[in-house]
């Protein structure tokens, strides 16, 4: 599992770098989503690998899933949801180029 936290003002951060880091940034995040006071979100991007191969690379299949978190509330979203975020433009909501070996699935 490789998982992107995203914040409010769009900084994504934990890769391998800073992965000694992941449990105090993740309890600084946690206290801000539960600060009535405030209003924070938060989107967790979910990578697993699946046992499957992609026939062109080798490669184990990707299948990202993502999660959206307010508050207490923490709503999954739709591999079709995932899907449409990997796959278009953010500024321009037009559509990437497809990506390859991957298999978008729901949170779970």
Known sequence: MHPTLVTPDGTSWFASDNAQRLERRSTAQLAN?????????????????????????????????????????????????????FNTNAETG?????????AFVDFA
């Open 94 to 102: 037009k559509p990437l180029p497809p990506l390859h070996a991957v």
């Open 33 to 85: 989503l539960r600060n009535p006071d405030r209003h924070y979100w938060s989107v967790l991007h979910k990578r697993e690998y699946m046992p499957a191969k992609d026939v062109a690379t080798g490669l184990p299949i990707k299948a990202p899933s993502s999660g959206y978190f307010t508050g207490n509330v923490a709503i999954p979203q739709s591999a079709n949801d995932t899907r449409y975020t």
